[in-house]
């Protein structure tokens, strides 16, 4: 069975809860080892670093949450750029490229149009927009530095976590349920393209 690194982040900004957090603090896999990431540029990447090479992974899997999101969103590339909108919990706001003389986008190596049909869930897409915050750096630099797979997913808002009424919403245990399926299907098979 696949050794997994399932990351998920901390509550950050006005929000005081995650959905990642929400979701990951339910998935329970025998394989799967979780981190919490801090929302810090100059921290989360290294804590993934250090904790892949003190271990054998085959996947590391990633949740954030991305408000607006209608679906759960599978995140086919992440972008050589920093251009987030806030900074981050120690007051940093990057703006440049991530790495200098890198490609502007680097992919995940899986398949994730067959990772969907083998889930068989209508609430999952496959994304091209990583956003521009931490969700995209740890990404591109998990791509860029790490010889593991590795696939990025956005999960909507959750029902109860914020009160406007015109943000998409989704169950925790929805979600918990369709990650659950995802681990299970990655687990499984080879899912390369």
């Not at 799967?32 to 990447?45: H, N, P, Q, S, T």
């Amino acid at each position: 069975m696949k050794k997994i690194l399932l990351t998920y982040f901390a509550p950050f900004g006005e929000i005081s809860t995650n959905s990642s957090e929400e979701v990951a603090k339910v998935i329970d896999f025998e394989n799967v080892d979780k981190i919490r990431l801090e929302v810090k540029y100059l921290k989360d990447f290294q804590t993934i670093k250090d904790k892949a090479f003190a271990n054998k992974y085959d996947l590391i899997l990633m949740l954030g949450q991305a408000r607006g999101r209608e679906a759960i969103s599978l995140e086919s590339r992440a972008t050589n750029l920093n251009n987030p909108k806030a900074k981050d919990m120690d007051e940093y706001y990057p703006n440049e490229e991530i790495y200098e003389n890198s490609s502007h986008y680097l992919y995940t190596k899986l398949n994730l149009e067959s990772i969907i049909n083998k889930v068989g869930e209508e609430k999952i897409t496959i994304s091209k927009n990583c956003g521009s915050y931490l969700c995209n750096y740890v990404y591109y630099c998990t791509l860029k530095e790490l010889e593991i797979d590795s696939l990025f997913i956005h999960l909507p808002s959750f029902l109860g976590q914020d009160e406007d009424k015109r943000i998409p919403k989704m169950e925790i245990s929805e979600m918990s349920r369709i990650i659950n399926k995802i681990i299970s299907a990655l687990c499984m098979e080879e899912d390369h393209d």
